[in-house]
T-cell receptor, first 113, second 112 residues
Framework: EDQVTQSPEALRLQEGESSSLNCSYT??????LFWYRQDPGKGPEFLFT???AGEEKEKERLKATLTKKESFLHITAPKPEDSATYLC??????????????FGQGTTLQVKP | ETGVTQTPRHLVMGMTNKKSLKCEQH?????MYWYKQSAKKPLELMFV???????ENNSVPSRFSPECPNSSHLFLHLHTLQPEDSALYLC???????????FGDGTRLSIL
């Protein structure tokens, strides 16, 4: 069964304290791994897509990496405005024509000033 | 307007009411999706439409009825809902997979 698991469920950091969020996946023939940010009362906002193991993408303080079993979202020197829930989703092979994403439960990040 | 727009943002309805949720995308995408987001649970895919044709129904109860008149508009018709259907309903759109999906801000639905 296709599955995506995120850890930790919640993370509290001090401003400037770097850390990583984990997304473990077991899907057949991964076609893409997606990261989203969701603020309270809003829909998920697209951050990154990773298509193959070894690939990395960066945007400001965020860097996403991908292996054959997991993805990491590294946050360098976070600021309070980085506080949000971060969602990971996998697109299994065979679902390319339906876009059937498998989402994890999310990691809620709180960055204190 | 840009992006994906959902209306209404909030909806309270009784179990015997009939209502509809609306989604419109201004991104020129060919695929549209309905998701359900409940507290403490991952996003659940409900329906997928590609070029106005339904390509996925994720075992959704018949009290939820989708409609996609064109590639820019998507509706979710609701009738005889149950209290456990209270949730945030999100619409998304994308180009053909594996392109990323872009989400609206959702409709917060409460069933009395």
């Amino acid at each position: 069964e296709d599955q995506v698991t995120q850890s930790p469920e919640a993370l509290r950091l001090q401003e400037g304290e770097s850390s990583s969020l984990n997304c473990s996946y077991t899907v057949s023939g991964l076609r893409g791994l997606f990261w989203y940010r969701q603020d309270p009362g809003k829909g998920p906002e697209f951050l990154f897509t990773l298509y193959s193991a070894g690939e990395e993408k960066e945007k400001e303080r965020l860097k996403a990496t991908l292996t054959k079993k997991e993805s990491f979202l590294h946050i360098t020197a976070p600021k309070p405005e980085d506080s949000a829930t971060y969602l990971c989703a996998a697109l299994p092979g065979g679902s390319s024509n339906t876009g059937k994403l498998i989402f994890g439960q999310g990691t809620t990040l709180q960055v204190k000033p | 307007e840009t992006g994906v727009t959902q209306t209404p943002r909030h909806l309270v309805m009784g179990m015997t009411n009939k209502k509809s949720l609306k989604c419109e995308q201004h991104l020129g995408h060919n695929a549209m999706y309905w998701y359900k987001q409940s507290a403490k649970k991952p996003l659940e895919l409900m329906f997928v439409y590609n070029f106005k044709e339904q390509t996925e129904n994720n075992s959704v109860p018949s009290r939820f009825s989708p409609e996609c008149p064109n590639s820019s508009h998507l509706f979710l018709h609701l009738h005889t809902l149950q209290p456990e259907d209270s949730a945030l309903y999100l619409c998304a759109s994308s180009q053909e997979s594996p392109q990323p999906q872009h989400f609206g801000d959702g409709t917060r639905l409460s069933i009395l």
